[in-house]
């Protein structure tokens, strides 16, 4: 990548990242191109040059997010660490993103509702590829012997679920901290897998 592409990558996240900050105020609906323009002290046009309009922004930050997320989990899915390790570190790194970025995710949890044909079959293709890598690390669990013969679809499912629904309850003024609450949950879903959990 070029320094310009670097450079414009650069002003396209500063972006997406006012446009999430204003529609966590205002809402998607409320919030327009002038609005994100605003913020950041640029024109109106300046903003169209990076994003054709509010639904290409809303993508374009759908798929940051997701790209984002794959990077994340690909740092700990090629350490040489047990499964069980990778999992809970994957677990742990996907909860402190998702509350850190709630408002984008927030907005994304139904991509049916927000996109249509070629937008949102990327957005569904991503989030397989995500997901695909919880697959693989479940079944090498198995596999090693340290986690128990389950239907690995059911359970990977139900472990996103639990840590996605985070963003409907979480609360940076309860007890724990973003990390001591991902450790624990963490924690208690690694007992649906593990064969001896202590």
Same mark, same amino acid.
């Given at each position: 990548?070029s +320094?310009?592409q670097?450079?414009?990558? /650069?002003?396209?996240?500063?972006?997406?990242?006012?446009?999430?900050?204003?529609?966590s105020?205002? &809402?998607?609906? !409320?919030?327009?191109? $002038?609005?994100?323009?605003? /913020? +950041? +002290?640029?024109? *109106?046009?300046s903003?169209?040059?990076?994003?054709?309009?509010?639904?290409?922004l809303?993508?374009?930050? %759908?798929k940051?997010? #997701?790209? %984002?997320?794959?990077?994340?989990? $690909?740092?700990?899915?090629?350490?040489?660490?047990?499964?069980?390790?990778?999992?809970?570190?994957?677990?742990?790194?996907?909860?402190e993103?998702?509350?850190?970025?709630?408002? &984008?995710?927030?907005?994304? !949890?139904?991509?049916?509702? +927000?996109?249509?044909?070629e937008? #949102?079959?990327?957005?569904?293709? #991503?989030?397989?590829?995500y997901?695909?890598?919880?697959?693989?690390?479940? *079944?090498?669990?198995?596999?090693? &012997?340290?986690?128990?013969?389950?239907?690995?679809? #059911?359970?990977?499912?139900?472990?996103?679920?639990?840590?996605?629904?985070?963003?409907?309850?979480?609360?940076?003024?309860?007890?724990k901290?973003?990390?001591?609450?991902? $450790?624990?949950?963490?924690?208690?879903?690694?007992?649906?897998?593990?064969?001896?959990p202590?």
């Open positions: 990548m +320094l310009r670097k450079k414009a990558e /650069k002003k396209k996240e500063e972006i997406i990242q006012s446009a999430l900050s204003i529609i105020e205002k &809402g998607y609906h !409320a919030t327009t191109m $002038e609005d994100i323009a605003a /913020k +950041l +002290l640029m024109t *109106k046009g903003v169209y040059y990076y994003f054709k309009d509010k639904q290409d809303l993508f374009e930050s %759908q940051m997010l #997701l790209e %984002q997320s794959i990077a994340n989990i $690909e740092k700990v899915v090629f350490e040489d660490l047990p499964p069980v390790e990778k999992l809970d570190a994957t677990m742990i790194i996907h909860m993103y998702l509350i850190s970025e709630r408002t &984008g995710f927030t907005m994304g !949890a139904r991509p049916e509702q +927000l996109f249509a044909e937008q #949102l079959n990327d957005i569904l293709e #991503l989030r397989e590829k997901s695909k890598y919880f697959d693989d690390l479940i *079944k090498q669990g198995i596999e090693d &012997g340290e986690f128990m013969e389950i239907d690995i679809r #059911l359970v990977r499912n139900i472990i996103l679920g639990a840590m996605n629904y985070m963003i409907d309850w979480y609360s940076p003024k309860g007890s901290s973003k990390s001591e609450l991902a $450790e624990a949950i963490s924690n208690y879903l690694l007992r649906i897998l593990i064969k001896d202590k």
